[in-house]
């Protein structure tokens, strides 16, 4: 409950109601160092990892790698994506979400040479794989990969048109890389119903 209001609070750029819910949530149920009990790290990685996300939109970069790194650690001594009430946790989430704090810290360069190591992303609930691809395309957008950019975001687009079109970011993603007027551009703006300019 307390990750689902965490969210909501990110999700409303209720930022500091979203540091305060995470920081509760992943301090009250840290593990011990003899804890092996997959559920509690898996539990426990996710509430810290969302922490650092959540340090990271505030741009507490040092925060936010501590916080990761902590994850990370976890991460590690599972071994493997554990899922824990439909969401997992474990190596692969852990770079999931670092390619989005690099994105949201100003390291796109960062975020590119992460998603280079991902390559399983079956564990990752299907808005988390949406989410992955969009930081992506944000990342290659802000290394002006603009082609590149626009093939990942076309390809969430198309296989995921309902989904987009009730998030903010692949418009801001199309706009930011529509800098020469293409078709990839204009199926992008049809799918998610914007036009851009």
Known sequence: MASGRAWICLRDARLHD????????????EPTYGDRDPVLLATYG?????A????????????????????????????????????????????????????STGNPGKALRLAQKLHDTSSLHPAAQNRLQLDIALAQCDTKQYDSCL?????????????????????????????????????IAKIIGATLA
């Not at 979203?18 to 149920?29: K, R």
């Not at 996710?46 to 969302?50: G, L, Q």
């Not at 996300?53 to 590690?76: C, E, M, P």
């Not at 009430?85 to 190596?91: D, K, M, Q, R, V």
Request: net charge neutral; with cysteine.
């Open 18 to 29: 979203a540091e305060h819910t995470a920081d509760v949530s992943y301090t009250s149920i």
């Open 46 to 50: 996710w509430h810290v990892t969302f």
């Open 52 to 103: 650092a996300v959540v340090a990271a939109r505030q741009g507490d970069t040092t925060a936010a790698q501590d916080l990761l790194s902590q994850g990370s650690a976890v991460a590690a001594r599972l071994g493997r994506d554990v899922k824990v009430n439909g969401t997992a946790f474990g190596p692969a989430v852990i770079i999931a979400q670092a390619i989005g704090i690099a994105v």
């Open 151 to 187: 093939d990942t975001l076309l390809a969430v687009c198309e296989e995921h048109p309902d989904w987009v079109r009730h998030q903010t970011l692949p418009g801001v993603i199309a706009q930011r890389a529509g800098h020469a007027t293409t078709s990839r551009s204009r199926k």
